[in-house]
């Protein structure tokens, strides 16, 4: 019996049956903790000391990241001349709608029975950030005239509109039965009472009437806007000798 407790007490402990892999470790540890070296298990890895970013990791991401803000303020700049063209094109269309509705409506100058028949129109020039809104007085009530700001005493300016930015009026095209023209020096658009039909008046790069020369009538006419920062965008305002207007892009 004294033989077995004595065997029991060697091979136990406070958890039980002490192994062979344990008494090493133990073994081990007392080795390690007697030659000043730290336990395995308080050393701090690599990855935990190695803290922070180095030089070329700084260097790395901050090219990447004006990179990108490069890129996204070019696409910025293009989405937002696109909105301005967009909405210069629809507020000239607008201006055309509105002097077609001054000149079929109860506004006019001068009294008797032709005082609301003066016509009302729109000039446009190529390459000009201005067009201007006129009231045709020359001789308003002749049907043969074709309401123009050629003759000074004919007409008179109402407002002129200023195009901000970098925005403006590219070319003037008027379609007649041949091809379209873009050669237009000075483009009249107006509208006589009672019918919504347009008026084209179109000055060719002589000063000429361009539609006399050619002995025919313009049937349709394009006003033309660009952006300077993309000038590869246009946008488009077509007027129909019938009075419609729509705008598009090329």
Known sequence: MQIFFKSHSRFSSSRGFTTTSEQQS????????????????ERMPLAIR??????????????????????????????DSTVLLKSLAYEI?????ETQVF???????????????TPYG?????????????????????????????TPGDY?????????????VYEVCVTGSGPEDCTISRLDISFRRPEFDAKFFAVDSSGNDWSRPKNIGVSSARIKVISGSDPTSVWYIEVSALGQITVDNE
């Open 26 to 41: 133990e073994s081990s540890l007392s080795v390690f903790a007697n030659a000043g070296v730290a336990k395995p298990e």
């Open 50 to 79: 190695s803290s922070g970013f180095t030089l070329v990791e700084l260097l790395i991401v901050t090219a990447i990241t004006a990179i990108i803000s490069t890129i996204i303020v070019v696409r910025f700049s293009g989405f």
């Open 93 to 97: 269309a607008v201006g055309l709608r």
């Open 103 to 117: 000149s079929l409506s109860a506004l006019g100058t001068g009294t008797g029975g032709n005082a609301f028949r």
């Open 122 to 150: 729109m000039s446009f020039t190529p390459d000009s950030r201005e067009y201007t809104f006129f009231q045709y007085t020359g001789s308003p009530n002749d049907p043969t005239k074709i309401p123009n700001r050629s």
């Open 156 to 168: 008179s300016d109402v407002n002129t509109f200023l195009i901000g930015r970098s925005l403006q």
